[in-house]
């Protein structure tokens, strides 16, 4: 990013919001096809103790070919995460989980995208965004390294790899470097390993220790090394044992608190590959028999899932034939390994079927529906990486022409009606446990039916409902269901649309509004429902008229989706977006077929909407969004410790007010936003403490380059800023900070917010 471009955003910031500017062009946003989670050698994973995430990045799934994706493990299905910016592809390289700071870092490996083939770029992820740290000091390039995180001493290790000085010169390293959220540096010792790559490694937290194991070394040869080496923060020493593994490179470990050992499992050596199971408990190493043995393997990646006392094991290269893997494995307390992920592949075609979200695993699911033959009553569940079949012990009959939503309560899918291709009405009530469907007892219900819409609306918690179709009858009425009592309200709006069904419904979040569009005959009117009545929306353009059409929230761009759906014949494939005033619409390559029956919802743990078009699942949004990435903490006020963070739906996309809220804020405070760079204030290196300047405990994050006042409202503060539609401040970052007033706190009168990085995007 230009310094130019930063100067133009800060400055645009800094200008009080009351300018007009340009509706923003709509050019970033697109269609990609959904890909099943490949398998993949030489990717790093970590464990996510505070969020209970297995954190995945990048790796080789075929020679050659390396990946930039981050994916998540929740305890039961893969989740593919961010498509923002990040981390280059790369392989070999190397990540660990900062307790302290609640990140997952990582560091270095070899890119294909890197001219000299290795990078030593430092990485953090906060669940959400992978933010670039650009310390003073750096470890050279490489890879093959060992990092972990060094619970006695707060900080995260890195030991050894296989480095590239640059000029083509590369070297094994036996250098030991910590970092502390800001900088690396590296420490000194006598002795200690060979330099070496590809060895095993973890810190095993009950003893202190760094434990290296194996590897290879320029004199190695053929044979790995079979060596075992501690580091207990000031100096190595190298261990023995009566029984040892065998010299092992590629190997993977992990500390076990529930056994209080490092347990090393694969590797390969002059013999093979190896499948041994291996436990240190720093006195000697002992192998352990299991009673399932996992397939022999190299390359693998693994961490422990501190929660449920599992080592993860994660993908690999095995023999026969070098096959690369994408099995997850757990190795328990009780000593056996289990498989831990589930089965993953594509869902079976079909039509008039529904899906909606389990915002509580971060799945979808979809029921029923039908094909040329028959009617449907199976269950289908997004594991993130793939779809899979659910077996519930209980379920709604087959059945199509039903309608699906989330309730806003229990975060479940739940269901109603359906039965079109059956030629019978229903009228039941179900809700998904992520385990089995439930019948839900009802009170008042509307009368059975298929082909209606169901949306919730989660500040009320109540779920709408309106039209369908009972035999030859097409109704037009309007229902609401309140997911706490359990009972359906019909309500009596001044205005409605005509009676229908086929339609397309979904709940505009920043908007509040349920927007409600085409359906049988077919129509091309739009609807919204402010909670009293429904309201049409005229606007000159317009999708053409439709039945079926999918639609869905896109919660990171602030905008309806909507795609496909049936006209009098045939099936279109076109896609457009609302945005609560008009609808618009562009040529997009590659894009679904055309499906006169998708189904669209959005996809929180992706955060993408996600459409299923006969087999194929694709995915919708920006490539590289708007985004907000926050850092440091604040301090503390009279009235608690003040946060910056964006409105609900509010980010930096051109041609739209950006708009930052400080809360708490008491009577009679005031707050100021600062832009500026996170880096340097001055002369003076960033972070600095506020402390001896009479603010104990607060931190100057960014530099002061341009203040504004912020709008103090009840509890919060605000302040708006238009960013304009100019192409050139795409990519352009700011950091901000805010300084809240309190005359009681300090003896400044003052305190300070956390920080946050903004980048501009294009919708």
């Known amino acids: 990013m230009s310094r130019t471009a930063r100067g133009i955003l800060v400055s645009c910031l800094a200008f009080a919001a009351t300018s007009i500017v340009a509706r923003p062009a709509r050019a970033q946003a697109g269609w990609v096809q959904f890909q099943t989670m490949q398998g993949r050698i030489a990717a790093s994973m970590a464990y996510d103790g505070a969020r209970d995430r297995l954190v ?124 502390d959220g800001v900088d690396w540096t590296q420490h000194t010792f006598a002795g200690g390993p060979s330099p070496r790559s590809q060895h095993a490694g973890a810190y095993d937290s009950l003893r202190q220790r760094l434990v290296v194991y194996g590897g290879r070394d320029a004199n190695s040869g053929l044979q790995p090394l079979g060596d075992t080496w501690e580091w207990d923060g000031a100096t190595w020493s190298q261990a023995t044992s009566p029984s040892s593994p065998p010299p092992l490179q590629s190997a993977t470990a992990a500390f076990r608190s529930s056994s209080g050992g490092v347990l090393l499992f694969g590797g390969s050596n002059m013999n093979g590959f190896q499948n041994g199971t291996w436990e240190w408990d720093g006195a000697s190493w002992s192998q352990l028999t299991t009673s399932v043995a996992l397939a022999a393997r190299e390359l693998h990646t693994c961490s422990y899932d501190t929660l449920r006392y599992e080592v993860k094991v994660f993908g690999g290269w095995i023999a026969p034939g070098l096959s690369i893997q994408r099995d997850l494995w757990a190795f328990g307390a009780n000593g056996v390994w289990n498989e831990a992920s589930l089965p993953i592949g594509a869902i079976p075609a079909r039509r008039w079927g529904a899906m909606a979200a389990d915002d509580v695993t971060g799945n979808l699911v979809v029921f029923g529906g039908s094909t040329t033959l028959q009617t449907l009553g199976d269950t289908w569940v997004a594991y993130g990486a793939g779809w899979g079949q659910a077996f519930p012990a209980s379920a709604p009959s087959a059945r199509s022409g039903h309608a699906m939503a989330t309730d806003p309560v229990t975060g479940r899918p739940i269901l109603f009606g359906g039965g079109w291709s059956s030629g019978q009405a229903l009228g039941d009530f179900w809700r998904w446990t992520g385990v089995t469907w439930q019948n839900v007892p009802q009170a008042n219900a509307p009368l059975p039916r298929y082909l209606h819409r169901m949306c919730a609306h989660p500040p009320s918690q109540t779920v709408l409902l309106f039209g369908g179709q009972m035999n030859s009858t097409m109704l037009g009425d309007t229902w609401s269901w309140d997911a706490v009592t359990g009972v359906w309200t019909q309500l009596q709006p001044a205005l ?17 509004r349920i927007v409600l569009y085409g359906g049988f005959g077919p129509l091309d009117d739009t609807w919204e429902w402010d909670g009293t009545t429904w309201l049409p929306r005229v606007t000159a353009v317009r999708p053409p008229a439709r039945a079926f059409p999918g639609m869905a929230w896109d919660a990171q761009r602030a905008r309806v989706v909507l795609f496909g ?52 699942t694709w995915e919708y949004g920006t490539v590289q969004p708007a985004s907000w990435s926050p850092f440091g903490a604040g301090c503390a006020s009279t009235v608690g410790v003040p946060a910056l963070a964006p409105a609900p739906y509010s980010l930096p996309w051109l041609g739209d007010t950006m708009r930052l809220r400080i809360a708490p804020v008491g009577s009679g405070q005031s707050a100021l936003l600062v832009f500026g760079t996170r880096f340097q204030f001055g002369s003076v290196p960033l972070p600095a403490s506020l402390g001896p300047y009479g603010m104990p405990g607060c931190t100057l994050l960014v530099g002061d380059q341009g203040p504004l006042l912020a709008t103090t409202t009840g509890s919060h503060a605000e302040v708006q800023a238009v960013i304009p539609n100019v192409p050139a401040l795409v990519g352009a970052s700011v950091d901000v900070q805010a300084w809240v007033t309190d005359p009681f706190a300090n003896a400044v009168g003052m305190v300070t917010t956390n920080a946050g990085s903004l980048v501009a995007r294009m919708r």
């Open 565 to 616: 759906g049936a006209p009098a014949t045939g099936s279109y494939g076109d896609t457009w977006e609302w945005d609560g005033v008009a609808w618009t619409t562009a040529v997009l390559v590659p894009t679904p077929a055309p499906s006169p029956s998708p189904y669209l919802a959005w996809n929180e743990a992706s955060a993408r909407v996600v459409a299923v078009v006969d087999t194929a």
């Open 496 to 512: 409605s649309p005509s009676p229908r069904g086929r339609h397309g419904m979904v709940y505009d979040a920043a908007r509040d």
């Open 56 to 179: 995945l990045f990048g790796g080789q799934p075929v020679a050659g070919q390396q990946l930039a994706e981050t994916w998540e493990f929740d305890g039961t299905s893969w989740h593919r995460r961010t498509h923002g910016p990040g981390p280059v592809s790369r392989s070999h390289h190397t990540m660990a989980y900062d307790a302290a700071r609640g990140v997952v870092v990582l560091f270095g490996g070899r890119s294909f995208a890197s001219p000299g083939g290795y990078v030593a770029d430092t990485w953090e992820w906060n669940g959400t965004t992978w933010t670039q740290r650009l310390p003073l000091h750096s470890p050279p390039s490489r890879a093959e390294s060992v990092m972990v995180w060094d619970a006695a001493n707060q900080r995260v290790l890195l030991f050894g790899g296989y480095a590239n000085q640059g000029s083509g010169f590369h070297y094994y390293a036996n250098d030991l470097w910590s970092w």
